[in-house]
């Protein structure tokens, strides 16, 4: 496993946002930008980048049937990559070890560790709930990053 202190540290720097880019069947990239953390793999407790993507999203799609992701963060010119294998936990992507509260905690782990807060937790686990959101959860196989300076 690569190292994500580089990556973890840049995340309170821009509010987490990231570039994700996952591949599609015609073998092209897409990218999106979304809000990502790093935090503990809820099964096997190793580090891994965090995100969640919306039910039914492309994202989505891509990475069920093509589950590699690469993550980029930045910060000024400061940047770290992760890329890696992906496990998705979700309504629809059930991961042994994951039931529905474990679901609902992880969810709000990644918010957080995104750099994101809330005032009104049960009103956010519902909005998650109704618009199947699932977790993503990169496993760095390759980390690279920018020297600081």
């Known amino acids: 496993m690569s190292d994500l202190k580089d990556f973890a540290r840049l995340v309170g720097l ?7 880019s996952t591949l599609r069947s015609d073998g092209t990239i897409q990218s999106s930008v979304v ?9 096997t407790g190793e580090q891994v980048v965090g995100l969640v993507a919306l039910g ?3 994202k989505l799609d891509n990475l ?18 992760a890329e890696g294998p992906v496990e998705l936990a979700g309504p629809d992507d059930p991961l042994p070890g994951v039931d ?8 709000r782990e990644i918010f957080t560790a995104a750099g994101g807060s809330h005032d009104d937790w049960p009103a ?6 109704e618009e199947r959101r699932t977790a993503v959860l990169l496993k760095p196989a390759r980390v690279s990053t920018n020297p600081r300076g």
């Open 14 to 20: 821009d509010h987490g946002l990231c570039v994700v």
């Open 35 to 43: 809000n990502a953390g790093v935090l503990s793999h809820p099964v």
């Open 56 to 58: 039914g999203s492309r």
């Open 64 to 81: 069920r049937a093509r589950p590699r992701a690469t993550a980029v963060i930045r910060a000024g010119w400061e940047w770290a990559a």
């Open 100 to 107: 529905g509260e474990r679901l609902r905690l992880l969810l």
């Open 124 to 129: 956010y686990d519902r909005v998650m709930a």
